[in-house]
């Protein structure tokens, strides 16, 4: 199992990136809350505002379609269930996000496909109590209508991995998740150019890693989020660490840390996970930050980079950049 994975760091500062709905109790009717969890810490219970995983994806969608071209799935509803064409020769997204269509056996039987892209909720990496911005509509004649939402500042980190080696390749295994076409499509695969190879249909090699590229190239142009009108939040990695792994295992999972309430980095873990790991990585692994954001990490990730050569326990070299330079960088290593 070849992996690409990657750790981000979204800079919230003024934001409400992701609500959960009405806030029940609050002393107006259409107060909107953020989604936030509540975490054992230092001082007790403590808040931490998240973006779900599913708006997560939603954004790199959108984004594959605007800047990519991808051919998106579209949406069929039947009562209360809705699904995409289950197509992933005709629709890029299929592949790479998954799907569940579910049909009847004269069709061939419930499609699902496990999503070769996977990731995590964007959560702050520090607490960060919302607080509550007051407002009225009062351009109408009458009394003013009150409304009430929530916004944060705080920093979001969050994980993905993308499974290389699962894109661009289907099988027909009668099992939840891997019954990902069936012999009806082969009028489908064959048009698109695939092959079946040991049982599995399998894109061409140039497709396949199109996909790949293209799903790692749109991270520095991710764009979305609620309350856009009034928060304008740019959702784009400030800070970000990209790898190939052999595995699915995620070793830059707990790299993030609070210093008193100051996100930062621990270099520390990061070395460690490299070196534990070191015969399963499959290439150089990419620091991305911009400028602006963190800039005390600056000098950080320079004695970090510089620890790591000296000490050469690391079989390969980790590159320092841009956040586009880093990705740029990333992708030019990507092979199949």
């Excluded at 027909?172 to 092959?195: F, H, P, R, S, V």
């Excluded at 999972?253 to 210093?259: D, L, Y």
Aim: aromatic share 10%; net charge neutral; glycine share 10%.
């Amino acid at each position: 199992m070849k992996n690409i994975i990657g750790f981000m760091m979204v800079d919230a500062p003024h934001s409400a990136l992701n609500n959960a709905g009405t806030d029940v109790g609050a002393r107006t009717e259409n107060t909107v809350a953020v989604k936030k969890i509540v975490k054992r810490g230092e001082k007790g219970y403590e808040i931490y505002p998240y973006v779900s995983a599913q708006a997560f994806r939603y954004w790199w969608r959108n984004t594959l379609e605007q800047r990519c071209g991808w051919n998106i799935s579209p949406i069929e509803r039947q009562k209360k269930i809705a699904f995409t064409a289950a197509n992933p020769f005709k629709y890029d997204d299929d592949d790479v996000f998954g799907y569940m269509r579910a049909q009847g056996k004269k069709e061939g039987g419930t499609l699902t496909r496990i999503s070769p892209l996977k990731c995590s909720p964007l959560v702050s990496v520090c607490p960060a109590t919302p607080v509550d911005d007051y407002g009225v509509m009062a351009r109408q004649e009458g009394d003013p209508v009150p409304h009430e939402h929530q916004f944060y500042s705080t920093v979001l980190q969050g994980i993905f991995s993308l499974d290389a080696d699962r894109v661009g390749r289907f099988t027909m295994i009668n099992q939840t998740g891997y019954l990902n076409i069936t012999e009806k499509m082969k009028d489908e695969w064959e048009k698109a150019g695939a092959k079946v190879v040991n049982g599995i249909v399998e894109l061409p090699a140039e497709n396949r890693v199109k996909r790949i590229k293209d799903t790692i190239s749109v991270l520095p142009y991710l764009f979305g989020g609620a309350k856009q009108t009034l928060h304008l939040t740019d959702v784009t990695p400030k800070f970000l660490v990209l790898g190939m792994i052999n595995g699915g295992n995620h070793p830059f999972m707990n790299i993030a840390e609070s210093n008193k309430g100051i996100p930062g980095i621990n270099f520390g873990a990061l070395k460690e996970v490299l070196y534990d790991y070191n015969d399963e990585f499959l290439g150089d692994v990419y620091i991305g930050k911009r400028k602006g954001f963190l800039d005390h990490l600056e000098k950080d990730i320079e004695d970090f980079i510089a620890e790591i050569e000296k000490e050469g326990k690391f079989r390969y070299r980790v590159v320092y950049g841009t956040v586009n330079e880093a990705v740029e960088g990333f992708i030019n290593q990507i092979n199949l």
